[in-house]
């Protein structure tokens, strides 16, 4: 029996995507031979080994959703009903009679019931699911490599390294800040709708009209 796995990167990151990566098998075993796990206990080498294996292998593929576009829908939509949508998304690209699923949202029950509404076939949602299961395992490395080479791409863009995009980085934050002081406004490719960017805007803009 065809199943999928289904796992987001950059969920709460402040620059760069969110990534949902999918991925489907007909068993666990060849996966847990490539050395498959929660792509955060991996080292950045051993994730590209085992994604490029994956791709080449298996049905994998990656949903991603800008920062631009989650600041749009952030404006009607919670962050769980963006994923959730991305996480259907994926789902039309590959179809398996049962998808296993990392949930974001505190109730496991009901998030695995808004995506069967939505998807073929069954699902089970369950949190830390990539520590359970090898398919959602392979599904977390495809999409943090997916975002991984969108964050380099986007520190390539600029000419300077941007950090991990998340707002525990200092380094991401200080490019940030420093951007918004140069230019009054954030840098491309950064979420506006999160506190933090927020907050830094409401001192930019502050400053200037101290400057009067």
Same mark, same amino acid.
């Given at each position: ?28 075993e060849s996966l847990v031979s490539l050395g498959v796990k929660d792509s955060k206990k991996l080292t950045p080498k051993k994730r590209e080994e085992i994604y490029d294996k994956l %791709?080449?292998?298996?049905? !994998? ?6 920062? #631009? ?5 952030? +404006?009607?939509?919670?962050l769980n009903e963006i994923e959730l949508d991305m996480f259907a998304e994926a789902c039309e690209h590959i179809q398996c009679s049962f998808t296993y699923v990392d949930c974001p ?18 699902? %089970?949602?369950?949190?830390? !699911? ?6 959602? #395992? ?5 999409? +943090? ?68």
């Amino acid at each position: 029996m065809k199943y999928c796995g289904i796992d987001e990167a950059g969920r709460g990151s402040v620059m760069g995507p969110m990534v949902v990566g999918i991925l489907s098998t007909e068993e666990d075993e060849s996966l847990v031979s490539l050395g498959v796990k929660d792509s955060k206990k991996l080292t950045p080498k051993k994730r590209e080994e085992i994604y490029d294996k994956l %791709v080449e292998n298996y049905d !994998a593929y990656a949903v991603e959703a800008t920062a #631009s576009e989650i600041d749009t829908l952030r +404006k009607t939509k919670s962050l769980n009903e963006i994923e959730l949508d991305m996480f259907a998304e994926a789902c039309e690209h590959i179809q398996c009679s049962f998808t296993y699923v990392d949930c974001p949202d505190v109730n496991e029950e009901r998030f695995q019931s808004l995506l069967e509404r939505k998807v073929k076939g069954r699902v %089970v949602a369950r949190h830390k !699911a990539d520590d359970y299961y090898p398919v959602v #395992s392979g599904a977390s490395i495809v999409a +943090k490599v997916v975002r991984d080479r969108r964050i380099a791409e986007i520190s390539d863009e600029f000419g300077e390294n941007i950090g991990s995009g998340y707002p525990s980085d200092s380094v991401t934050m200080d490019f940030i800040e420093k951007w918004i002081k140069h230019n009054g406004s954030a840098p491309l490719n950064t979420r506006c709708s999160w506190e933090p960017v927020r907050r830094m805007m409401s001192v930019s803009a502050n400053t200037k009209l101290d400057d009067w």
